[in-house]
Structure formats: C-alpha cells, structure tokens
C-alpha cells in the first residue's frame, strides 16, 4: 500500500469540530501522489469536506487572530487598484496558513523591489523533443542574474486529506481521488482570482499529468511548481533547516516553469522572500545560443534513480550525464565522497564537481567555503579574497552573505580563523571543527550515492 493513502484510525475517530478547533496546529496529511494513466478516476461519493476559507481582499490585513488551520486565499505582495501586468513589476496569488503569511509579511524588506538584469540574455523557443523551453541570447558569466519574476501562483505542493471527513468506509482509492478533487477545488477559487493575463499564461504551461487523476490546475501545478524553501508553519521555528528542504510549498512561474531539466544543469533557481520572487542565477559560463536549463530533482545519486524521480514529468533525460551514465556516476560518486583534508584536495573536489555539473548542489557550497577557509587559515589573503568573492556572487547560497564581509585582503585579517604567517595546514581535529562551523549533519553524507 501507497505511504500516506490513508489515515490513520486516530485520525478517524477525530471529529470534525475537533480537527478543525481554531488554534490547532494544522496536519496536512499529505497524499502520495500517482503518476501515468490511472484508470477510473471519477469523483467519489461518501465524503464531506470542512472547508474554514477566507477570500482576503486586503495582503496587509493581519493574519493574527485567524485560525491556524484556515485556508487563506491571499494576493502577496499588495497590489493598487487597477494593477495590470503590464503597469505593475507582478504579484503572487498564494493558497496558504495564516502563519506563513505572518511569516512572509515579517520577512525583512519585503516586499523589496524586483532585482533586474540589466537586458535580457534568453529568449523562450521550441526546444525539438521537449516542448518550450529558454535559449540564450548572449554570453553569460557563471553566477549572473538571468531573470526574475513573481510567481503566478504559490500553493501547498500535495493534495491533502486533513479537511476531509469521509461518510463511509472508502477505499484507499477513493480516499486518494478524493483528495485529489478537493484539491483542485481548492486550486480554482485561487485560479479565478488571477488576473486573466496571468490565467492565460497559467493555462499555456505544460501538463505532464493529463490521465492520472489530477485536475487541469493541479497538473500544470505538479508539472511546473517549482518548491518553496522555509515556509513550512512552525517548522523552522524549532527545527533546523535540511539540506535540499523545499517545504511543503510550490511556485508556478510564467518564464522560469518553461526551463526544461538536465542533470548537467546551466541555471539555478532560487526564491527570494523579501523580493518575493523566483530569480535564475548562471551555475557556470554559458554560451550564446545554448540551451538553459535547471535540475527537477536532486543530483547527488545515480542516473537510473534520476530517471525513476522524472518520471511524473514523462520524458527519460538524455542529458550528457544521463548519456554517460556509467562513467559519470563514478565520477559523481567519488567527487561527493572525497574528504577535503588539505587544499589540493578541495581544489580537485570542486573541479571535478564542476566537471559534473553539480555547481548548484550543498555539497559544492561546503567545498568552496572549505577551500577557502583554509587559505584563510593559513594567511593567504590573495586566494581566500578569490573564494570569498566567488561565494559572495552566488546570491542563492546560503553562504554568500557572511563571504561578502571578507572579500578583501584587509576585512580577510578579521576572520576568526586568520592566522597570518603560520604556512602550516590545519590538523585533522581543526579540520573537524572547521566543517561543524559550515553546520554538517552526519545523515545528509549518509544519504549521497
Ligand atoms: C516544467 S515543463 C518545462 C517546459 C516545457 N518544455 C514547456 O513546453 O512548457 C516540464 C515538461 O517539459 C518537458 N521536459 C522537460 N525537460 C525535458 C527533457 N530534458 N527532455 C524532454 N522533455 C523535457 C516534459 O514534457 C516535462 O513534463
């Protein structure tokens, strides 16, 4: 049986009025969502749903007193009347907790104007095999912003049994076509209150799950939603970050959902809160005239189980890393690995990530914020400044923030670890201590290769 296909008898035995007592904490109850052609997927009997919804026609109003578990249709950031897409730099019809827009809202500098590059470097084209998809229209240097937008839509990324009550005893299918209907309900009332403009443009986007159940937004969502970081309601109050974490929530893009995926991507994409926008960054060099693209699924495994993860989008890659597969795992395998104990060794564990295409991966953030920590150890200002600048320009990195402070030979003195003149490299127990800085948990190498 399918993980998440039904709930659990605590759960049945709960009232309705009990679940949904305001205050309480919500459970999504996520489903595990099929893929293909599923047979038989008319609408169930059997079941009601509590449905606490508010239509929000004022994004400033506070979300305080509302109850945690409302679904809050909302409009972020603020728009004035009349808005239009072409007088307005964009805005995000979001389905959410009112937590997460407590969350939004309090996110420093929002909403902060949309960052722009200074022209436009792609252009949206037939790509033969794969539908649409972006090209490049110039030279484009690693790290570079390509483009950002606000999203069209920004939704929970599953369908949900928690505000469903059922009537009888339904089959775990029914359950799951159940909420599978409830959810696209849910998805048309923020459907309608789109901007015709945007609903166009919403409906014009691919859909890689025409037959197996999921309604026409709920399958241009799963085939186009990009996910969300930290935006889960109480989690990252208590709970440290994952690496990879996407949350429980996803973006559709009117420009951003048209990159198709390699496994040797070009671009990174990254959602900026205070912004409020999805911002497409260059991983490495791209020439004029090559195709962008952008990983769908995490890339720090073999291609058989890469191909398993792509197929709800309904194409097998064909990437060079795919084309390889053999000879590319292994080098994936043993760049991921490799344990950084001098500087040589970093500088070999990036190139050969870079070879990989891995340039967007945690991994390859921790090797570059090593590599440069032991040139700072070790007092050679000229190379720590060089990390230093290379991590502060990838604005997506978690890590580029604190980089920028030291990227120049003077502020590098200030670092804790600079130690001028010592010329020696750091023990294996300095070492040690230097990854637990850059926050390593022992699970996330257990789960690479
Ligand atoms: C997010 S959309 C990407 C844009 C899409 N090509 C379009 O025309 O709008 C995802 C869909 O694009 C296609 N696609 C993406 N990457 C592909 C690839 N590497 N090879 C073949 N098709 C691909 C698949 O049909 C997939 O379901």
Redesign the pocket.
Known sequence: MKKGFLISSKAKAKSAKDRFKPGSRPDPEIVKLLYGVVENTEKPQGYEVQRPIMKEMDPLASPERLPEDMTLYTTQPSIFMNATPANHEGWTECLLYPQVKALILATPGFPARLLRPSAPKYRIVPIP?????LVSTANIHASDLILSERPLTLTPASASLSKICFLRELSAKEKYLAALYEWEHSLKILFDRLHRDYQAAFMA??N?HQYDGSGPISGIIR??GMGVSFLEPGKYRTEKPQPGDKGMYTAVCKEI??????CYPNTIAYFDRATFSYQLFAARDIAEGEELTLTYIGLTVPAEARQSKLEP???R???PACHTSDASDAQRATSLRMEITNIDDGLLKLALMEEQGLQGCFEYSIALNTVMNLYIRIGDADNGCMYAKKIAKRRWDASANVAKMYSSPLAIQSHPLWKKGTQAEPSADELKTLFAGLGLAEEHWASIF
């Open positions: 095999d794969k539908g649409q998809g986007l691919a890689s085939t186009n959902s048209r990159l198709n995926h390699s989008y309904g194409f890659c064909t990437c």
